[in-house]
């Protein structure tokens, strides 16, 4: 299963390294949060198939989910499938804020509807 820690998304970030960070938390747990990654973009989970083929194929994918579970293992799963270099974010959004790393208000975050 392929992964990446907060540390290593933070090295990402910090590099400047060109990759897509996917939020892939449900509607309604995203809008209960009411915070992204800076950078992210949104897509709903439940619609992977209409929009697999949007998501550039030459850079690292990152996928992130609300605990780093079922949501965005699967999700990396299936693009490591379509031959992306996909991964999910280890812990997902919750162990990002609660760790106290960055987050801006939902919507703010670059993301697509």
């Not at 897509?43 to 609300?66: Q, Y």
């Not at 997902?92 to 790393?101: I, P």
């Amino acid at each position: 299963m392929e992964r990446i820690t907060m540390v290593e998304l933070e090295e990402w970030q910090r590099a400047q390294r060109t990759f897509t960070l996917l939020d892939v938390r449900r509607a309604k747990v995203r809008e209960a949060d009411g915070a992204d990654i800076a950078g992210t973009e949104w897509r709903s989970p439940d619609g992977l198939f209409t929009w697999k083929d949007e998501i550039p194929r030459d850079r690292p994918v990152v996928v992130v989910c609300a605990h780093g579970h079922e949501i965005s293992q699967g999700v990396a799963a299936t693009l490591r499938a379509m031959g992306l270099d996909a991964r999910f974010l280890v812990d997902g959004f919750a162990g990002w804020r609660n760790s106290g790393r960055r987050v801006v208000a939902t919507g703010q975050a670059g993301g697509v509807a």
